[in-house]
């Protein structure tokens, strides 16, 4: 019988998957066999006969579950970065099967009376802060899972996440699906008003789908700089329409939106909470829904208000009422006409390779660590690449594998996960990190400033997964409080605005020149242009998202009726839309992690404005101090309180006013 590469001892430089042995078949198995495993092994810490004690109850369940662990962190992200139809036939089949696996293993009442049992005696358990916590944090999972509840309580609980595993796999392939056959094929007659890059990736596009032409996809790297650039308004119209339609057409993702809220309403209850929001937002660092969205409210009125003057300065500029698809176009117009710049001038300065020498020199001189690239560590695409992250030592600390181009298959947008998490357990695990982005491919690779600061965005996530020094896996990395995830990566954001940083590496793809003084003076001036539109289209999709997890109905709604009744209610601006319609608002339904927290990104920005204001009153941007304290940030995990960290670092809390000036609403 051949070995089934899954569940043997991997060789590869520092453990990487074997990903050229892997096959869709071999999962099945695999699956089957981790979930035996740890069903035994939960069984095992249930029947000790043992008095329960930290390392025999705690310290027994993180090591349950690794074959599955393993297994599971393989398929799911690459179901996510190629969606072959066999990987998402197995998602179909195994998401409800883990889904209830976890259910069982939460909901097990040997287990839970041992935890609880523990919890009771902490204060004699002898124990560190950081294992206290992820004693208190297990206990209140297992509450927050169902585990207190009665045995039909935890039947319902288990049948309800089941369920809504189901659900999950089908908006997310819904919303795939429309996204990889939609297309919008060019003759050159449509191409007025593209520049070269645009021209180029549309130009590969084709190709790679097999097309001749040009070919406009519903990839953001794809339709954004169309909507932006084109000047034909009749197509910007038919792609913007294709954009904002997802999940309405064949695949009505409306149907499985009502079905979703009520099971998660449903689960709320069971728990004792009003909703759904009131549940998630008990674990979460704003405690409750009218925190977050106090914290909206401030941003929301002042963006209306900057929002309104952009609008009008836009309809003088064009001469007609602005439309959706007319708005981006006409801004960039008013922005090249405000600091003489626009993409075509700056992309040539951004190659991919110069932003990603960026981000590596950032992380040098903050955190002391260096990547090198390792050809022989095993790839699961052509299109990625592979880096030992080391420490100043040159010891190996982890794997860090960057995905950057857009393709069929591929889920849209920009994400970070992991292949393993670095613990300290039984000894020292390196972490295996990778980057998702979807740049439009095309030679070379060029950027627009957002795509450079989506991609210092997503290494924050990385490094925060990377640095971890948590001893438990379940406390490694990105596993903090879920307002509190995006604060690592929107803080290294502001390095990509640093000048010295863009003096060294923005520079001219063929001749290697500089970013020019005059321009990149342009360029930073220019950073807070259309802030109205932008804090208005994630505020409302904010709002909504609250909205729809409050509602007391959610069987009973129409969701379309809904969106349309919402926007009115908070006075959505006219020509600008939600930057997640429900329909394809993969954050909420493709997944339950954004669920009532896409609030989280404001919330983070919060910190980071605050953070990184920190830096500017030093004087220096790579301040040793300052830079030291927020390494330990990174590092910490889920070891210690979210807002402990934050007050160590920055000497007090933070204020929204940071966030205001960040955005250039302070004034609005």
Same mark, same amino acid.
């Given at each position: 019988m051949t070995t089934n590469p899954l569940l043997a001892p991997w060789t590869t430089p520092f453990g990487v998957p074997p990903f050229d042995l892997i096959l869709p078949e071999h999962f099945g198995p695999a699956f089957d066999q981790g979930m035996a495993e740890q069903v035994a092994e939960i069984a095992a810490i249930g029947a000790d006969p043992g008095r329960?004690?930290?390392?025999?109850? %705690? &310290?027994?369940?993180?090591?349950?579950?690794?074959?599955?662990?393993? %297994?599971?962190? %393989?398929?799911?992200?690459? %179901?996510?970065? +190629? $969606?072959? &139809? $066999?990987? +998402? #036939?197995?998602?179909?089949?195994?998401?409800?099967?883990? #889904?209830?696996?976890?259910?069982?293993?939460?909901?097990?009442?040997?287990l839970f009376a041992r935890v609880s049992a523990l919890l009771e005696r902490r204060d004699g358990l002898g124990l560190d802060a950081a294992q206290s916590r992820l004693l208190v944090r297990l206990h209140a999972g297992l509450v927050r899972s169902g585990a207190a509840l009665d045995a039909a309580g935890r039947d319902r609980m288990a049948a309800i996440s089941t369920r809504l595993a189901v659900l999950h796999t089908q908006f997310g392939q819904n919303v795939l699906a429309d996204e990889t056959e939609w297309q919008m094929v060019l003759a050159e007659g449509d191409l007025a008003g593209l520049p070269d890059f645009a021209r180029d990736a549309a130009r590969e596009a084709a190709r790679e789908r097999g097309v001749e032409g040009w070919v406009i996809t519903l990839s953001r790297s794809s339709i954004e700089p169309f909507l932006v650039f084109s000047t034909r308004r009749d197509l910007r119209e038919v792609a913007w329409r294709a954009w904002v339609a997802r999940g309405l057409g064949a695949r009505d993702n409306t149907v499985l939106i009502k079905d979703i809220l009520a099971l998660r309403a449903e689960r709320a209850r069971l728990l004792g909470h009003a909703d759904f929001a009131a549940w998630r937002l008990a674990d979460n660092m704003a405690r409750d829904a009218a925190a977050a969205s106090d914290l909206l409210q401030q941003v929301w009125a002042p963006a209306k208000r900057r929002a309104a003057v952009e609008r009008a300065e836009l309809e003088a500029l064009a001469g007609h009422p602005i439309e959706a698809w007319d708005w981006r176009h006409y801004a960039e117009i008013a922005r090249r006409a405000r600091h003489d710049i626009d993409e075509s001038l700056t992309k040539p300065y951004f190659p991919l390779e110069g932003m990603l020498a960026a981000v590596f020199d950032t992380a040098r001189r903050l955190f002391g660590v260096r990547f090198v690239e390792r050809p022989d560590i095993p790839v699961y695409h052509p299109d990625v690449r592979a880096f030992d992250m080391q420490d100043e030592a040159g010891a190996h600390r982890g794997v860090f594998l960057l995905d950057s181009f857009a393709r069929a298959g591929k889920r849209s947008g920009a994400w970070m996960s992991s292949y393993r998490v670095g613990h300290g357990l039984d000894g020292p695990v390196t972490p295996i990190v990778v980057n998702n982005n979807n740049i439009a491919k095309s030679t070379p690779a060029l950027l627009s400033f957002d795509e450079a600061r989506t991609l210092f965005h997503e290494f924050g996530h990385a490094l925060h997964g990377l640095l971890s020094s948590a001893h438990h896996p379940s406390q490694s990395g990105t596993a903090v409080l879920a307002d509190f995830v995006e604060f690592p990566s929107q803080v290294l954001e502001h390095w990509l605005e640093v000048p010295e940083i863009l003096r060294t590496h923005a520079r001219h793809h063929e001749t290697g020149e500089p970013l020019p003084e005059d321009l990149l003076r342009r360029l930073l001036a220019a950073r807070q242009d259309g802030q109205g539109f932008a804090s208005v289209e994630f505020v409302s999709s904010a709002l909504i998202d609250l909205a729809l997890h409050t509602h007391p109905d959610p069987q009973g709604l129409d969701v379309l009726q809904f969106e349309e009744e919402f926007l009115g209610e908070i006075g959505m601006p006219e020509a600008i839309g939600l930057r997640h319609r429900p329909a394809h608002f993969q954050h909420l339904f493709a997944g339950g992690g954004y669920a009532a927290g896409y609030y989280a990104y404001m919330w983070a920005e919060v910190l980071d404005a605050d953070a990184f204001e920190a830096f500017e009153e030093a004087g220096d941007p790579f301040d040793p101090a300052l830079a030291a304290k927020l390494k330990a940030v990174f590092q910490a995990g889920d070891t210690r309180d979210p807002m402990e960290l934050y007050v160590d670092f920055r000497g007090r809390p933070p204020s929204v006013q940071a966030l205001l000036r960040n955005r250039g609403l302070a004034e609005a």
């Open positions: 329960e004690n930290f390392a025999n109850t %705690v &310290e027994a369940l993180e090591r349950s579950g690794r074959t599955l662990d393993r %297994v599971r962190s %393989v398929f799911f992200n690459l %179901v996510s970065s +190629q $969606a072959t &139809e $066999a990987y +998402q #036939a197995i998602e179909r089949d195994y998401a409800p099967r883990l #889904a209830r696996h976890r259910a069982d293993i939460a909901l097990d009442p040997a």
